[in-house]
Structure formats: structure tokens, C-alpha cells
């Protein structure tokens, strides 16, 4: 059984930086697409970052292209998100996700797995 363990969340100013790293266990790493998904109270959870198994494609939502960035380590079984010069309105609860929707996807619905989540809170 796949499982993914986020960290990395917390308290930030705009403009500010964190990394969100995701552990990956219990299935073989390399053979699936991870995505990062974000959602806020009363709001559908959306994509906010995917990438293929090798790492060679990535995918971003438009308010975050430039700013954020995707990477995986397959030696350590880890995604990462990079957020830099975040602002307020990417305030959300982001979680780690696994699809095996090859080669990439960003649809919610065909990701299996997902991890419990963590708060990244910007203030203005």
C-alpha cells in the first residue's frame, strides 16, 4: 500500500520561500506520477504541480508558474515542492499525491493515493 508523508508546511510573510517535501513508501517510487494539489475551506482541491516518473516533465497551474517548482529525487523515494515569492492567496492546506496515469496527469480523480496534508499559511 502506497504512503505519502508531507512536511515542510508553516507560517510565511509574502514574498517569502518554503519547501514542502513528500516521503514515498510501500510501492516502487519511479513507477508513478506525483502531483501537489492544494485546497482551501469551502473550495475544490486543485492541481497545483505534477511530474512524470523520470522527472523530464513538469506541469504547473498558471498562478504558480515562475514561482513554484517541482522536483522529485527517486533515489530518496521524495517529491519536493519549491514556493518562492509566495503571496496570500496561496494560502491553502497542500497535499502530496500518486497517480499511475502515465505519463502525466493533473486530474484529481485519477490520482489513488494522497497524503494527509500541510498547512502553508502567507501573511500579508
Known amino acids: 500500500q502506497v504512503q505519502l508523508v508531507e512536511s515542510g508546511g508553516g507560517l510565511v510573510q509574502a514574498g517569502g520561500s518554503l519547501r514542502l517535501s513528500c516521503a514515498f513508501s510501500?510501492?516502487?517510487?519511479?513507477?508513478?506520477?506525483m502531483g501537489w494539489f492544494r485546497q482551501v475551506p469551502g473550495k475544490e482541491r486543485e492541481s497545483v504541480a505534477a511530474?512524470?516518473?523520470?522527472?523530464?516533465?513538469?506541469r504547473y497551474v498558471d498562478s504558480v508558474k515562475g514561482r513554484f517548482t517541482i522536483s522529485r529525487d527517486n533515489a530518496k523515494n521524495t517529491v519536493y515542492l519549491q514556493m518562492n515569492s509566495l503571496k496570500p492567496e496561496d494560502t491553502a492546506v497542500y497535499y502530496c499525491?500518486?497517480?499511475?496515469?502515465?505519463?502525466?496527469?493533473?486530474?484529481?480523480?485519477?490520482?489513488?493515493?494522497w497524503g494527509q496534508g500541510t498547512q502553508v499559511t502567507v501573511s500579508s
Open positions: 511530474i512524470t516518473w523520470s522527472g523530464s516533465t513538469t
Open positions: 510501500g510501492r516502487t517510487f519511479s513507477r508513478y506520477v
Open positions: 499525491a500518486a497517480s499511475t496515469r502515465v505519463p502525466l496527469t493533473t486530474t484529481r480523480e485519477e490520482y489513488g493515493y
